[in-house]
């Protein structure tokens, strides 16, 4: 098939950004978003041009290295799917795609469609680990944990950090994100002294680069692990019980 790109190119994170038009020939449906890319920026590379600058790595849904805005929706239309797992099947000959970087101003543009997520990194540097000793492996495995409690954990740890989140939030906010950061953490019995000075620390540090939540509900919906909401309900519940505990110096017990 036969495609129109729009593509937004930035050569810079201060110089000014434009769309630019390229046909992208000869696309098959079994190729992925980022592999119809490499068709392209092969053949800008032969003409001499710049490639376009996009992130990727393991381009298995698993890193959360990849990620701009298709047709206006981060990761593109198709739901719970990373853009190194969208492939072109879901496109006719003939469309018009329309690509840029994820718009939110804690993740400045450093090149075309790759933007810098340090931000996201401050928020875990600020509390995302345990610092109890919590033995070798064997000794973990004896620690007993609810099913339930194991389950939510895992399905908060599934978040790739690609922030899809922040870009579909018409605040740029990283609720959902700090949430399951905290959640894979808080729900584990090896997380649980540090809880809620975790979470005291690592929402206010989200609070110094993000915009705040008001449950629009844009990250559910764009997140490519389809991370629950239900995460940033129990992030503001402890959130406020770390304020009325008095702050990060007070021990932790549920
Ligand atoms: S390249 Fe790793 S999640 Fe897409």
């Known amino acids: ?17 434009q769309f630019e038009t390229y046909e992208a020939t ?28 996009f992130d990727h790595d393991c381009r298995e849904g698993i890193c959360g290295s990849c990620g701009f805005m298709i047709d206006g929706q981060a990761h593109g239309p198709q739901r719970g799917t990373a853009a190194c797992q969208l492939h072109m099947r879901l496109y006719n000959d003939g469309d018009e795609i329309w690509i840029e970087p994820f718009r939110a101003s804690a993740f400045p543009v450093v090149r075309d469609l790759a933007v810098n997520r340090t931000a996201f990194d401050h928020i875990v540097q600020a509390g995302g680990y345990v ?11 004896l620690i007993p944990v609810p099913k339930p409690d194991a389950d939510l954990a895992m399905d ?17 906010a990283a609720q959902l994100y700090t949430a399951a950061k905290l959640a894979h953490l808080n729900l584990m019995p090896q997380g649980e002294p540090e809880r809620y000075v975790r979470v005291e620390r690592m929402v206010d540090t989200m609070e110094d680069y993000f915009g705040s939540c008001t449950n629009m509900g844009e990250c559910e919906v764009a997140c490519p692990k389809e991370i629950s909401i239900d995460f940033i309900a129990m992030l503001n519940k402890d959130y406020r ?6 702050g990060t110096s007070q021990a932790n017990t549920r």
């Open 131 to 141: 610092s109890q000793a919590t033995g070798s492996a064997p000794d973990a495995n």
């Open 241 to 246: 019980k770390a304020k009325f505990r008095g």
């Open 156 to 172: 908060a740890a599934s978040c790739i950090a690609c922030g899809a989140c922040v870009a579909a939030c018409p605040n740029g």
């Open 1 to 17: 098939m036969d495609l129109t790109l729009h593509v937004w190119r930035q050569p810079g994170p201060d110089a000014p950004g």
């Open 26 to 53: 000869g696309i098959t449906g079994e190729m992925s978003f980022l592999e119809m890319l490499d068709v392209v920026n092969e053949r800008l590379i032969e003409e001499g041009r710049e490639p376009i600058a």
